[in-house]
Each structure stands twice: as structure tokens, then as C-alpha cells.
């Protein structure tokens, strides 16, 4: 047990030390922008977080050689409670409650693009530029980014890996954690210049440019513009956003395959092939609706909106394109239904994840099959490699969870709302880490006018969700804390 908190104190400093040094780059740009009041609200936090960040990291010592696997689930979630991240927003007066700025800072770590600004063009350059680099951070993960300082701690990293990649990994690509770690972190820097230079190029604003990749590398969606992207009407700028937060939304461990065996690694992945079909099909039922319908008269633009809102709601990223809950009603189910999908394992979006529904496809497929034959029995496979009981089991059981706390969140919210589309959907997208939901919480709106005590929850919802929801039950678990694992 001291071992344990030892260990929580070290890490928790590791992510205090991280927090403060990204309100750096949100000072500067303050100062650049003649925001000395917002400078002087970061200045306050800053030196407070490094502070104690050091002092939990240096004063602390190590006293253990190794963790348990139990123990990394909870260094993930207490990273996210570096939520220090909501003082500049309290500090600075632009939020009015603790409440407040932590819903904001939870979003923004989370990934999810939620929040309770009425207008977030009245949102000073400063917070702006937090907020989006607050989901950036996030995208991967703060512990990941500082994988580099885990044998300092005496770690091998590989079960923080473990946790922090979304989904069950069929296969490890590499025992070195370090380098994998700082490949992924290459790759995930390298998309996020590669689309800043590209939205430059096409009429951006520099400081507009690195919002918006930041938001779609990371699948924060956190746009500076209260009408999202349909703010640039561009086609361009919709084409390159598409293609970022597709590539973002696929495995990024196929990425690092991709690079020793060739664009094959990628291409035979059952779940990359069926993250296609999840992009081109549900764009192609809500382009039939819109241009069918009525709602376009030009090809081009219908197919463009169709599919990038395709896009940013199965990864899960939350940028729109226009007011959705004006479109047909079908449109909407299959927006919502791919929201709860989501991306794709060991990605930076939400969601339940293609991983699990080719799995339980498969298992469906396999239990029609034994209701037929009772004597057939064949290994469900993923890329050719048997899956074990315990995957099949814990997806299983994973989406029977997600059911059961979709539900109770949902009936937990109505208490403060009597739209009962804005409650579920609310819990859903702050689950899945999308943002955006409808009713209230919708294109037009936001969570503003949620209680207090709903903003809490959906903020916990958030945490929850983003740690794959086992990840944050289990600590409730008494067994955790009393039990060797």
C-alpha cells in the first residue's frame, strides 16, 4: 500500500510538471495577443503546478522496482486529474464556478468537445490556444507524451501502454515501450504539423490553423468559431480536415507496423477494413438523404458535408458542418449510432471502438453457427490470430457495461432536464468523448445550462469514458485496495 502511493505521488508530479510547462506556449500567446490579464491568470497556476509537480517527483523516493497492473490503471486516471488545468479559467474570470472550469478542463483532457461557453468567439486568445492544446495533450495521452521519464520511475511503461491504448490489442508491436512510445509521439507531431501547414495553404489564419489541427489531430473538435467549421465554407479546408481525423482515428499501432512491413500491415486489418465501411456507407445513406431530399441542390457540396460529419462523429471528434438536427430524421439516428462506434482501437478517439463490434460480429456469427451445428466449434479469429475467451469475454462484457451506464447516466441527468433527448444523448456523446449531442446540448447549443451537479457528472462521464470504463471502476472496487494482484 505505501509502495502504491509512493508510486501515485511520483506520477502525479510527472503530470503537474507536464501541465505547468504546456501553460507556456498559453502565456505567450496571451502576451502576444496584449491578453496581460489572461498572461497574469496562467502566471498564478504556472509556477504552483511545476512547483509541486517537483516536489512530488524529486522528494518522493522510489522505494519499489516494480508495479502492478492495477496500479497503472489508476496512474492514468489520476494524470487526468490533473485537472490544475481548470484554474486559468478560473483565475481569469471567464468561467463563474470550480465547476465550470473543470467541465472545460475535463473536456479539453478528454478530448471531448463539450463545453459551457455560450460563445466560444468571445473566449480570450489565451484560454483559446489552452483549451485546444489542453485536447491536444490529451490525444495521446499526457503519461504517454512522458514515457520518456518512466525509467526514472522504476517502470517499464509497457502496462501503462496497456491501459492508455484504447481496446484489446491483439498484438504488441514492439516489447520496447520507450521507443514505441516516442514513434507514436513522432507520428501524432508529424500529422499535426503536416496539417497545419496545409490549412495555411488554404487561407487559414496561422493561429486558426494550429486550433483546428490540434482539434482534429487529437479528436478534440474544439473549434474557435461558434458555427464550428461551417464558419470557412471552404471545400478544401473540409477535405484536408476529413482526411486528418481519418487517419487519426485508425490504429496507430498499424502506423508503426506500416513502417517495417509496408502499407499491407494496414490494409489486412480487419478492423481497418471495417473503419472503411463505417466512413462510406453511412456517408453514402446521409448523402442519398440530404440530396434526395431536398436539402442540397449541388453534388459536390452534399457529398463533401456528408462526409465530413462522417468522419468527425465515428472518430468521435465533434466538428460540424452545419445544424444536423435539421436534417431528416434517419440522418440523425446514424449520426448518433456513430458516436457510440467510434474509432478504432489504440487510436486517439472515443467510442466503444471497431475492435469490439468485429469481435462481437464475429461471436454473433459464431453462435448462430453452434444453434445450427451443436457439435461446431472454430476459434474466433482477428487477422487470421486466434482470439482468446478472455477478449471475447471482456468485450462482451464491456458493452453490457457501456449499456448500463448509458442508462443510469441517462435517467441520473433527467433529474435536471425534462428533455429527454438532450439527457441521453448528452451522456452518450460525453461517454463516447464526442461533445456535441442534441436538444439543448446540440449544434446551436451547449451545456451551460446543466446544473451543477449534471456538469459534475457528465465531467466524471468523461474521465469514465475515456479510460475505457473499467479502467475508472475498478478503483471502486474495495478489492483493489486491499488485494495483491
Request: hydrophobic share 50%; charged share 10%; with cysteine.
Amino acid at each position: 500500500m505505501i509502495s502504491t502511493f509512493r508510486y501515485l505521488a511520483k506520477t502525479t508530479g510527472m503530470a503537474l510538471i507536464v501541465v505547468g510547462l504546456a501553460m507556456l506556449p498559453a502565456i505567450a500567446v496571451s502576451v502576444i495577443y496584449d491578453e496581460f490579464a489572461i498572461a497574469t491568470g496562467f502566471i498564478k497556476v504556472c509556477p504552483f503546478s511545476l512547483a509541486a509537480g517537483l516536489l512530488l517527483y524529486k522528494g518522493i523516493r522510489h522505494g519499489f522496482d516494480r508495479i502492478r497492473i492495477s496500479d497503472g490503471l489508476l496512474m492514468v486516471i489520476w494524470g487526468w486529474a490533473a485537472a490544475v488545468g481548470a484554474l486559468p479559467f478560473l483565475f481569469t474570470d471567464f468561467t463563474a464556478s470550480y465547476i465550470d472550469a473543470f467541465f472545460e478542463a475535463c473536456s479539453g483532457f478528454t478530448t471531448t468537445n463539450a463545453t459551457t461557453a455560450l460563445s466560444v468567439e468571445a473566449m480570450p486568445y489565451g484560454l483559446v490556444f489552452w483549451r485546444a492544446i489542453m485536447s491536444w495533450a490529451g490525444g495521446i495521452g499526457i503519461l504517454l507524451i512522458a514515457i520518456a521519464f518512466f525509467p526514472t520511475l522504476g517502470l517499464s511503461g509497457q502496462s501503462i501502454i496497456s491501459t492508455e491504448t484504447e481496446g484489446p490489442v491483439v498484438e504488441r508491436p514492439t516489447p520496447r515501450t520507450k521507443r514505441l512510445a516516442m514513434t507514436l509521439s513522432g507520428i501524432y507531431l508529424g500529422l499535426t504539423l503536416c496539417e497545419v501547414l496545409l490549412l495555411c495553404l488554404g487561407g487559414m489564419s496561422v493561429f486558426d490553423s494550429v486550433i483546428h489541427s490540434f482539434g482534429s489531430v487529437s479528436s478534440g473538435g474544439f473549434s474557435n468559431y461558434d458555427n464550428s467549421i461551417a464558419h470557412f465554407d471552404s471545400a478544401y479546408i473540409k477535405a484536408v480536415m476529413s482526411i486528418f481525423m481519418f487517419l487519426c482515428g485508425v490504429n496507430f499501432n498499424l502506423y508503426y507496423h506500416s513502417i517495417r512491413r509496408g502499407l499491407r500491415s494496414i490494409t489486412g486489418d480487419s478492423e481497418f477494413r471495417l473503419y472503411l465501411i463505417l466512413i462510406f456507407l453511412p456517408a453514402a445513406i446521409i448523402f442519398a438523404e440530404l440530396f434526395f431530399r431536398g436539402y442540397y441542390h449541388d453534388i459536390t457540396p452534399a457529398v463533401a458535408d456528408s462526409m465530413f460529419q462522417t468522419v468527425s462523429m465515428l472518430t468521435t471528434t465533434g466538428f460540424t458542418i452545419s445544424d444536423y438536427e435539421f436534417w431528416p430524421q434517419l440522418c440523425q439516428v446514424v449520426i448518433l449510432t456513430l458516436m457510440v462506434i467510434g474509432a478504432c482501437s489504440s487510436s486517439v478517439g472515443g467510442g466503444t471502438k471497431v475492435i469490439r463490434f468485429v469481435i462481437a460480429s464475429r461471436l454473433m456469427s459464431h453462435g448462430i453457427a453452434m444453434r445450427l451445428h451443436p457439435q461446431y466449434y472454430e476459434a474466433i479469429k482477428v487477422n487470421k490470430n486466434s482470439v482468446s475467451p478472455d477478449i471475447v469475454s471482456g468485450v462482451a462484457n464491456y458493452i453490457f457495461l457501456f449499456i448500463i451506464v448509458i442508462f443510469t447516466g441517462t435517467i441520473a441527468v433527467s433529474f435536471d432536464t425534462d428533455d429527454m433527448t438532450t439527457a441521453f444523448t448528452s451522456v452518450v456523446s460525453c461517454v463516447c468523448n464526442v461533445g456535441p449531442a442534441f436538444g439543448e446540448a446540440g449544434f446551436s447549443g451547449c451545456y451551460a445550462g446543466f446544473s451543477g451537479y449534471a456538469k459534475i457528472l457528465l465531467s466524471v462521464l468523461m474521465i469514465a469514458g475515456r479510460l475505457e470504463l473499467y479502467t475508472f471502476f475498478i478503483l471502486f472496487s474495495p478489492q483493489y485496495w486491499t488485494q495483491k494482484y
